[in-house]
């Protein structure tokens, strides 16, 4: 059974950093793209970042380019988002996801996890 656990979330001011995890299980995770979606509050799923299988792809959304960064593990099974400069509008549920996500429509598709709130606000 596929398994997606993510954590690393909290509350942060605007300007702070924080490192999201997920622990993947189930499934083959080094031949598979793997990426990370966020949903705030009131609205629908937003791509965030997606990495091929061996890491040396990596697609980051518009409004995270420059400050977030994907990376994955395939020796610990486990994918990271490494956020900093974090501002209000950061705020959401993240959640990982199995696939090469680069579109919002995409992002509601696919196995996900149950995700970890990161909330920004001074």
């Known amino acids: 059974e596929v398994q997606l656990v993510e954590s690393g979330g909290g509350l942060v001011q605007p300007g702070e950093s924080l490192r999201l995890s997920c622990a993947a299980s189930?499934?083959?995770?080094?031949?598979?793209?793997m990426s990370w979606v966020r949903q705030a509050p009131g609205k629908g799923l937003e791509w965030v970042a997606a990495?091929?299988?061996?890491?040396?792809?990596?697609r980051v959304a518009a409004s995270a380019k420059g400050r977030f960064t994907i990376s994955r593990d395939n020796a610990k099974n486990t994918l990271y988002l490494q956020m900093s400069s974090l501002k209000t509008e950061d705020t959401a549920m993240y959640l990982c996801?199995?696939?090469?996500?680069?579109?919002?429509?995409?992002?509601?598709?696919?196995?996900r996890g149950q995700g970890t709130q990161v909330t920004v606000s001074s």
């Open positions: 189930g499934f083959t995770f080094s031949t598979n793209s």
């Open positions: 990495i091929s299988p061996s890491g040396g792809t990596t």
């Open positions: 996801a199995l696939g090469f996500i680069v579109t919002d429509s995409a992002a509601s598709m696919g196995r």
